[in-house]
């Protein structure tokens, strides 16, 4: 990549409202480019090497904080239909990933007060990721707990063994079988 490529991709970024397709090596890309530059300004010293390196690091600049833009405005896209991101290079994948997360979070704040059932900002909420049990692990495997799918958005509940959910629809959650054969009963989830 050169000086005329990452201009090419800032104009191409500029022009489009999605986000335009980079190489999956774009930043390791820039990377050597500006490494490039700066080691063949510390050769030169020449006020055309400097030129030319503080105007690679403005474009890129410019190219990263509009691909930033567009990644945060796709998050909210995301968490309210589901949108999936594409062309994201790989490290702009962890952004998308934890804006969605945190964004998904806020939400669920956020309703549990439409519902009444007060809240906190400074309240932490741990959406339980389910993994998978090794054939190792099932005789150790709580008998009493069932996998279930969640049918619709659940607030924060309390059960005889203690506070459960919030719950996100489509979310796949282990719970204690009293718990669960309950919300399949008020179709609220249905079992796995």
């Known amino acids: 990549m050169n000086y005329e490529d990452l201009r090419r991709f800032q104009r191409m970024e500029r022009n489009s409202s999605v986000l335009i397709e980079l190489n999956p090596s774009f930043y390791s890309d820039l990377n050597n480019l500006v490494r490039e530059l700066k080691e063949r300004y510390e050769k030169t010293r020449s006020i055309e090497d400097a ?15 509009r691909r930033e833009q567009k990644i945060l405005y796709k998050a909210l896209k995301a968490v309210k239909s589901g949108l999936k991101e594409n062309n994201l290079v790989e490290i702009e994948k962890d952004l998308f990933k934890n804006a969605v997360s945190l964004l998904r979070e806020n939400r669920n704040l956020f ?3 439409l519902v009444g059932n007060g809240f906190s900002f400074n309240e932490k909420i741990i959406d ?50 009293k718990e669960a054969q309950l ?7 249905e079992p796995i």
């Open 111 to 113: 309703e549990k007060a």
């Open 51 to 65: 030129k030319l390196l503080d105007n690679v690091q403005k474009v890129a600049l410019d190219l990263f904080e």
């Open 183 to 189: 919300l399949v009963e008020k179709k609220f989830a």
């Open 128 to 177: 339980e990721k389910i993994q998978p049990v090794s054939s190792e692990s099932k005789e150790s495997e709580d008998l009493n707990m069932v996998l279930v799918r969640i049918l619709k958005n659940l607030p924060e509940f309390v059960s005889e063994t203690g506070k459960l959910g919030p719950f996100e629809s489509n979310q796949i959650v282990r719970l204690p079988e």
